[in-house]
């Protein structure tokens, strides 16, 4: 029986076609859901009860169970899903000043094998469907929804596994967020982050989702690149910056490209200088990510004088960049640490 939840607005109204309902019952439909957050069919009261009893017959409404929760000293909470195959994920809530951020996994494990991304170590075990993608941002948000009044403002799709690895399940998930019936996120609010899978992004394009895009980049060399990005033997850097020179951006829209900062691998100030020199041309911004370490790692975090020089020499040659605050590290919840495998529940 399929789940409700991630099933595709396009699917339920052809659905209801073929049942001889009336097509505007799907809008319908997806309010309860996504708005008023209904949890059983009987509740849709708005609907025929005939068509509830069908709905039941051929649907059920279910979100992945929080198995554990750990909250960081910083305020972020990282989630811990068992999916209904035994398999677990991890989410990631992130709140600040002005906005409330969850990371969202779309795989479990990840096949990319980065080496300095603890999910990567996993290999990949499988895909998410649409429903437990969607599913994630749901059961976070009831689970805070008496903490604060609007629990997630943001999401991002950067935590277990590349998004774009789980292209069609990944596509019916963010039509659903930022569909105007569903949950009506803006598309501004939502960022999807890849390693560089050329193909899949010259596909993505085309989907007229507008969603922000933030690249991984992480090395100025194909050596280095290719060396920790094992992808970069199929997308060198300069397939992947070429395709994305002609990426359609709304006028108002950046790129983002994401730099993870590892001691004496990619830091140095040569490295800074081939990086300007290869963004240049771009609407972009920059997020440099100091390395954040774990256990079965040799990498090592750089010298906070060393972060700072490489952003200021950037900055000096009109490059936005950020240099991203690490959250949750104290609970494995921060940028690449994510590995629910390894989570030991108490």
Same mark, same amino acid.
């Given at each position: 029986?399929?789940? #409700?939840?991630?099933?595709?607005?396009?699917?339920?109204?052809?659905?209801?076609?073929?049942?001889?309902?009336?097509?505007?019952?799907?809008?319908?439909?997806?309010?309860?859901?996504?708005?008023?957050?209904?949890?059983?069919?009987? %509740?849709?009261?708005?609907?025929?009860?005939?068509? $509830?009893?069908?709905?039941?017959?051929?649907?059920?409404?279910?979100?992945?169970?929080?198995?554990?929760?750990?909250?960081? $000293?910083?305020?972020?909470?990282?989630?811990?899903?068992?999916?209904?195959?035994?398999?677990? =994920?991890?989410?990631?809530?992130?709140?600040?000043?002005?906005?409330?951020?969850?990371? =969202?996994?779309?795989?479990?494990?990840?096949?990319?094998?980065?080496?300095?991304?603890?999910?990567?170590?996993?290999?990949?075990?499988?895909?998410?469907?649409?429903?437990?993608?969607?599913?994630?941002?749901?059961?976070?948000?009831?689970?805070?929804?008496?903490?604060?009044?609007?629990? =997630?403002?943001?999401?991002?799709?950067?935590?277990?596994?590349?998004?774009?690895?789980?292209?069609?399940?990944?596509?019916?998930? #963010?039509?659903?967020?930022?569909?105007?019936?569903?949950?009506?996120?803006?598309?501004?609010?939502?960022?999807?982050?890849?390693?560089?899978?050329?193909?899949?992004?010259?596909?993505?394009?085309?989907?007229?989702?507008?969603?922000?895009?933030?690249?991984?980049?992480?090395?100025?060399?194909?050596?280095?690149?290719?060396?920790?990005?094992?992808?970069?033997?199929?997308?060198?850097?300069?397939?992947?910056?070429?395709?994305?020179?002609?990426?359609?951006?709304?006028?108002?829209?950046?790129?983002?490209?994401?730099?993870?900062?590892?001691?004496?691998?990619?830091?140095?100030?040569?490295?800074?200088?081939?990086?300007?020199?290869?963004?240049?041309?771009?609407?972009?911004? #920059?997020?440099?990510?100091?390395?954040?370490?774990?256990?079965?790692?040799?990498?090592?975090?750089?010298?906070?004088?060393?972060?700072?020089?490489?952003?200021?020499?950037?900055?000096?040659?009109?490059?936005?960049?950020?240099?991203?605050?690490?959250?949750?590290?104290?609970?494995?919840?921060?940028?690449?640490?994510? %590995? %629910?495998?390894?989570?030991?529940?108490?």
């Amino acid at each position: 029986m399929q789940n #409700i939840v991630g099933f595709p607005e396009e699917e339920i109204k052809e659905t209801l076609t073929k049942w001889g309902e009336k097509p505007f019952h799907t809008s319908q439909i997806l309010t309860w859901i996504y708005h008023h957050k209904a949890r059983s069919f009987e %509740a849709m009261t708005n609907l025929s009860k005939s068509l $509830r009893a069908r709905l039941l017959e051929n649907f059920h409404y279910s979100l992945p169970p929080i198995k554990k929760k750990s909250v960081s $000293r910083d305020g972020t909470i990282k989630y811990l899903f068992e999916l209904e195959d035994g398999s677990d =994920i991890e989410s990631v809530w992130m709140p600040s000043e002005g906005r409330n951020t969850l990371c =969202i996994s779309t795989q479990v494990g990840c096949r990319m094998a980065c080496t300095f991304c603890l999910t990567g170590q996993l290999g990949l075990k499988r895909n998410l469907s649409s429903a437990e993608i969607i599913g994630q941002i749901m059961a976070v948000d009831r689970d805070l929804e008496e903490l604060t009044e609007n629990p =997630i403002s943001n999401v991002v799709i950067m935590g277990m596994g590349e998004p774009l690895d789980n292209y069609d399940e990944l596509v019916k998930a #963010i039509r659903l967020m930022v569909s105007p019936h569903a949950m009506k996120i803006s598309n501004r609010k939502v960022t999807l982050s890849t390693s560089g899978l050329v193909d899949k992004i010259k596909r993505f394009e085309k989907e007229d989702l507008h969603v922000n895009l933030a690249i991984s980049l992480n090395a100025t060399e194909n050596s280095t690149r290719t060396e920790i990005m094992p992808i970069n033997k199929k997308h060198t850097i300069e397939e992947l910056l070429e395709t994305l020179r002609t990426y359609p951006l709304k006028a108002t829209r950046r790129l983002t490209f994401e730099y993870v900062l590892l001691k004496e691998i990619n830091d140095s100030h040569e490295d800074a200088v081939r990086l300007g020199k290869m963004l240049h041309g771009f609407k972009c911004k #920059i997020n440099l990510i100091p390395f954040n370490a774990f256990d079965r790692s040799d990498f090592q975090s750089p010298l906070e004088s060393r972060v700072t020089e490489f952003q200021n020499y950037l900055l000096a040659r009109n490059f936005t960049v950020f240099v991203r605050k690490n959250r949750g590290t104290d609970i494995l919840g921060a940028c690449g640490q994510l %590995a %629910a495998e390894s989570f030991s529940v108490a």
